[in-house]
């Protein structure tokens, strides 16, 4: 009973302030406060800026901290991954030549680039925040990555202007980093979600990965023991026999060689009736034997561990604090875009504000009530909205 006079209180409550709002409204004694301002709801969908905590990382956060500059230096990444390519091309079919100036000038300006990249980040968050904070992982990477470039171009223009072709050849080792340019495309995956997902799933499956090799290959093992001795048992006491010695010893003659067989056999690297069939020779029981691995494996073993596989992924990719976040705020994007939306229906007077009148007159509408329906809203919760909206 308690519950329900508490329910029929703030029932009679609502009613009571829309119609004390209502009738202020109409005696021109309604206060501003009292109406939605559409501008300033879409504007509350823009980027957080708050990382930076100094006066130049505010001044620089408008910049950074944007899907634009995100977005910029993803294709920087991708246009240098292709600069890489195209070197690697030249030089191999170009071999002992210098590359081209063009490529060379051209590495030199993206290396500037990530270097910039670098600096403004840390002036936007702070040192301390960059190596500490938020994506720390990602930042020291980006550093390490273009730490090696500069090593790369300070080591060539000390073998190009100081030392001779042949001296110092172990300084040539640290050419060693151009290869490491590769692995910036790696910082993709920071700027695209879906691949963060993926990366992401593939680690958190590695523990079942580990397990699942551990059982396919005890499985693997055991068989190789039956078939190599079948093998051995063959060539030692029946050496007369009409068998093709050399095909059974190319696919069981030991127990390593059987191994591998039998692992090819169910990973596509080898067909198996082709060792099936050196087995014929043998005896029904072993080719029938042959035959329950490799249905045992495929049906069973195999497809139960790409079950245990994706249940890891899926469960792993629930539990990513960040990827739960991001779409916390994906969802909340999506409900402020469908009430700007909604609210610009109702300002009929494109005014920029909507009055008591025109949102009562808008939810009467049944495609608007729909939308609110659609988002969980209540009808009778609709004036507790408004109200809340412009506080």
Excluded at 101 to 119: G, K, N, Q, R, S
Excluded at 135 to 159: K, P
Excluded at 228 to 237: G, I, W
Excluded at 353 to 361: D, G, P, V, Y
Aim: hydrophobic content about 50%; overall charge neutral.
């Amino acid at each position: 009973n308690g519950a329900l006079a508490s329910m029929e209180a703030s029932r009679f409550s609502r009613q009571n302030s829309y119609e004390q709002a209502v009738a202020a409204e109409q005696s021109g004694n309604f206060k501003p406060r009292r109406s939605v301002k559409v501008r300033s709801l879409r504007s509350a969908g823009t980027r957080d800026l708050t990382a930076a905590n100094t006066r130049l990382g505010q001044l620089l956060a408008p910049l950074v901290l944007t899907w634009q500059f995100e977005f910029f230096y993803a294709a920087l990444i991708l246009s240098h991954a292709g600069l890489l390519g195209a070197q690697i091309e030249w030089e191999a079919a170009h071999l002992g030549a210098s590359p081209p100036d063009a490529m060379v000038y051209t590495h030199l300006a993206f290396t500037f680039l990530f270097m910039i990249e670098i600096v403004l980040r840390m002036s936007t968050i702070g040192v301390t925040k960059f190596f500490t904070t938020g994506e720390y992982g990602w930042n020291i990477f980006d550093l390490l990555m273009v730490s090696l470039s500069v090593v790369e171009l300070l080591v060539d223009l000390i073998l190009q202007e100081n030392f001779a072709s042949g001296t110092f050849r172990i300084l040539r080792i640290l050419r060693l980093a151009r290869s490491a340019r590769g692995l910036r495309i790696v910082r993709l995956i920071r700027f695209i979600r879906p691949l963060r997902i993926l990366v992401f799933s593939i680690g958190i499956t590695l523990k079942s990965l580990i397990w699942s090799v551990i059982l396919l290959l005890l499985i693997i093992y055991l068989f190789s023991i039956l078939f190599s001795d079948a093998y051995l048992t063959t060539m030692t006491m029946a050496p007369d026999q009409t068998v093709d010695a050399d095909e059974l010893r190319n696919f069981f003659g030991s127990l390593q060689i059987s191994m591998f067989t039998l692992f090819a056999a169910i990973s596509g690297g080898l067909e198996w009736r082709h060792a099936m069939s050196s087995l014929n020779m043998v005896g029904w029981v072993w080719t029938s034997l042959f035959i329950l691995y490799i249905s045992f494996c495929c049906f069973a073993v195999l497809n139960v561990m790409t079950g245990v596989f994706c249940h890891s992924a899926i469960a792993g990719a629930e539990q990513d604090h960040e990827f739960m976040v991001q779409s916390m705020v994906g969802e909340q994007e999506r409900i402020r875009t469908v009430f700007c939306e909604l609210f610009q229906m109702m300002d009929h007077d494109e005014s920029g504000m909507i009055t008591i009148k025109e949102f009562e007159h808008g939810f009467k509408v049944e495609s608007t009530r729909a939308w609110f329906e659609a988002l969980g809203i209540k009808a009778e919760d609709a004036w507790t909205i408004f109200r809340s909206l412009d506080r």
